[in-house]
């Protein structure tokens, strides 16, 4: 089945500075890949997600690229304020409902952010 | 609207006590997942529905944990003879496929069980 590996699993950074979380993807049926962030106590929310017909994506500070050959897709954060830091979620998955399309998560980084 | 409610929020219980939790859904979606999380791990998928219909159920799943969602909203998973391994979050996501073959996920506040 999906194996989902996600690196690094902790990263700390500067104020301002930017951060890059790196995922891997065993299944190249897989075609769907979301990012989650999930702050303490708290829901995984949806930050961000990219489907395979597409290269990359970029939602104001935050970007997502896929590389179907290599398969890997990475999440990038640009100008990073205390309030990111969370632990955040790759995930992936290969279809509609079902096995197929439920979330394969990677084991989470955990984001510091220092003022 | 893609709000989930999920209640108890956090439920306490001995071990070999049977436990209940519920997910509602804001709005009508036809799928909707259970998933659990355990500390420091991302979510694991546990079953999934559309509309009333379980479609899928993963070796996660024991005897002891059964799902429904009786008229395609609000879901239910019953935990039986509670073990102290299935302390966990439990997190219930309902999907939205707008048109494409996936479905992007949007997930509940969970319930935090602690069986002791």
């Known amino acids: 089945g999906e194996n989902v590996e996600q690196h690094p699993s902790t990263l700390s950074v500067q104020e301002g500075d930017s951060a890059v979380i790196k995922c891997t993807y065993s299944?190249?049926?897989?075609?769907?890949f979301p990012w989650y962030k999930q702050e303490l106590g708290k829901r995984p929310q949806l930050i961000i997600d990219?489907?395979?017909?597409?290269g990359e994506k970029k939602d104001q500070r935050i970007a997502v690229t896929l590389n179907k050959t290599a398969k890997h897709f990475s999440l990038h954060i640009t100008e990073t304020q205390p309030e990111d830091s969370a632990v955040y979620f790759c995930?992936?998955?290969?279809?509609?409902?079902?096995?197929?399309?439920?979330?394969?998560f990677g084991k989470g980084t955990k984001l510091s952010v220092k003022p | 609207d893609t709000g989930v409610s999920q209640n108890p929020r956090h439920k306490i219980t001995k071990r070999g006590q049977n436990v209940t939790f519920r997910c509602d859904p804001i709005?009508?979606?036809?799928?909707l997942y259970w998933y659990r999380q355990t500390l420091g791990q991302g979510p694991e998928f546990l079953t999934y529905?559309?509309?009333?219909?379980?479609?899928?159920k993963s070796r996660l799943l024991s005897d002891r944990f059964s799902a429904e969602r009786p008229k395609g909203s609000f879901s239910t998973l019953e935990i039986q003879r509670t073990e102290q391994g299935d302390s966990a979050m439990y997190l219930c996501?309902?999907?939205?496929?707008?048109?494409?073959?996936?479905?992007?996920?949007?997930f509940g506040p969970g319930t935090r069980l602690t069986v002791l």
């Open positions: 995930a992936a998955s290969k279809g509609y409902g079902g096995s197929q399309g439920n979330l394969i």
């Open positions: 299944d190249s049926a897989s075609n769907y």
């Open positions: 990219i489907r395979s017909n597409v």
């Open positions: 709005s009508e979606h036809n799928r």
């Open positions: 529905f559309q509309n009333e219909a379980q479609l899928e």
């Open positions: 996501a309902v999907g939205s496929s707008g048109g494409f073959i996936t479905d992007t996920q949007y």
